[in-house]
């Protein structure tokens, strides 16, 4: 089965920095396209960061010039780097795929990102 799993994520003070990194297993990862999203308590999910198979991005608006999504297809990873962190970056951030093969669309479990004083 494909699995995808989070980690970095953690609590850090606004203007900090955290890189987010997703491992994915059982997929032809050069040909997926990789997505970060994002959750809030009470909040619908959004997507944060997208990563196509050909490396293009797209971002939300609200972190245009602060996240930079990348992809190491020889690891298999695709991370997140998140600068100038704001309190309403908090949520939990999700790595999700999209197999270019198969079309089958995977989520992972979940990293919490806290950014408070």
């Known amino acids: 089965q494909v699995q995808l799993v989070e980690s970095g994520g953690g609590l850090v003070e606004p203007g900090g920095s955290l890189r987010l990194s997703c491992a994915a297993t059982n997929i032809a990862f050069n040909r997926a396209v990789m997505t970060w999203y994002r959750q809030a308590p009470g909040k619908e999910r959004e997507l944060v960061a997208t990563?196509?198979?050909?490396?293009?991005?797209r971002y939300l608006d609200s972190v245009k010039g602060r996240f930079t999504i990348s992809r190491d297809n020889a690891a298999n990873r695709v991370y997140l780097q998140m600068n100038r962190l704001q309190p309403d970056d908090t949520a939990v951030y999700y790595c999700h795929a999209i197999s270019g093969l198969s079309g089958n669309p995977y989520w992972g479990q979940g990293t919490q990102v806290t950014v408070s004083s």
């Open positions: 990563i196509d198979s050909s490396a293009g991005t």
